[in-house]
T-cell receptor
């Protein structure tokens, strides 16, 4: 069974701080996706990383896929209250996505 | 385009009652999925359909059945609801057959089983 361990589960920080969320597995994935979910809504895709070692930037968000395609990280620079939400990583394999447990981020002004 | 729509948005059931959650997508996607979301457990796949006419079990299929009615619609049925099925249910669709593409999610159905 493929599993994705996401850490930390909860993160509460002040506006302007930096943070990193980790997504780790013992399995290799063909690609890894990061989603963001706001309360009362479904998740929305932020980025997909496909190649081992790949780094993608989305404004203040930096996503990295591990060289062995087993892990990934999301780094947010100078967090803002609008970044508050649930961040989910998901690995693709076997025709479906395997989701991590999620990281609940709260950014206080 | 509405994307992925789900009905109902909220539902309260008594133990043993049955109900069907409806999902429809207007993006001409081949693949559709049903997930449940519980606190601290992320999204867990219940059933999926890689194409019209096919369905497969996911991680937590027990207590559920699905029907891929046509390319647009994928329904989830609880035959005899149990309190352990209290959860938020999400339907999703994808244009990719192999599950590697972006999944588009509906707004969710919040189900409480008493």
């Amino acid at each position: 069974t493929q599993l994705l361990e996401q850490s930390p589960q909860f993160l509460s920080i002040q506006e302007g701080e930096n943070l990193t969320v980790y997504c780790n597995s013992s399995s290799v994935f063909s690609s890894l996706q990061w989603y963001r979910q706001e309360p009362g809504e479904g998740p929305v895709l932020l980025v997909t990383v496909v190649t081992g070692g790949e780094v993608k930037k989305l404004k203040r968000l930096t996503f990295q896929f591990g060289d062995a395609r087993k892990d990934s990280s999301l780094h947010i620079t100078a967090a803002q209250p609008g970044d508050t939400g649930l961040y989910l990583c998901a690995g693709a394999g076997g025709g479906k996505l395997i989701f991590g447990q999620g990281t609940e981020l709260s950014v206080k002004p | 385009n509405a994307g992925v729509t789900q009905t109902p948005k909220f539902q309260v059931l008594k133990t043993g009652q049955s109900m069907t959650l409806q999902c429809a997508q207007d993006m001409n996607h081949n693949s559709m999925y049903w997930y449940r979301q519980d606190p601290g457990m992320g999204l867990r796949l219940i059933y999926y359909s890689a194409s019209e006419g096919t369905t497969d079990k996911g991680e937590v299929p027990n207590g559920y059945n699905v029907s891929r009615l046509n390319k647009r619609e994928f329904s989830l049925r609880l035959e005899s609801a149990a309190p352990s099925q209290t959860s938020v249910y999400f339907c999703a669709s994808s244009g990719e057959r192999q599950g590697a593409g972006e999944q588009f999610f509906g707004p969710g159905t919040r189900l409480t089983v008493l």
